[in-house]
Nanobody, 126 residues
């Protein structure tokens, strides 16, 4: 069973920044793509960003492109999501998840990610 732990959420003013962390096992980060997803109250879960393990290719949803940056640090067993220029619409619970197929190019589809963390709350409000 794969375990992932998200952290770094909190309350921030519009235009502010947060850095989310997703800690996973070395095995998971070495072999599987890691994705960031979010879900706001009453809304569907949506893909935000992902990074592949094989070539480091990345994906960003149109709504966050240019504002968010995904990265990984294998020495820390961590994938990060740097979020800048935050907007109230970014308010949601953010989850990290691992793909179910080793070395697959990352895709921002929740159904292909089989292991999920507990989530971390991000609230953007004045």
């Amino acid at each position: 069973q794969v375990q992932l732990v998200e952290s770094g959420g909190g309350l921030v003013q519009p235009g502010g920044s947060l850095r989310l962390s997703c800690v996973a096992s070395r095995f998971t980060l070495d072999y599987y793509a890691i994705g960031w997803f979010r879900q706001a109250p009453g809304k569907e879960r949506e893909g935000v960003s992902c990074i592949s393990s094989s070539d480091g290719s990345t994906y960003y949803a149109d709504s966050v492109k240019g504002r968010f940056t995904i990265s990984r640090d294998n020495s820390q067993n961590t994938v990060y999501l740097q979020m800048n220029s935050l907007r109230p619409e970014d308010t949601a619970v953010y989850y990290c998840a691992a793909d179910t197929v080793a070395y697959r190019r990352c895709v921002p589809e929740p159904n292909v990610f089989g292991s999920w963390g507990q989530g971390t709350q991000v609230t953007v409000s004045s």
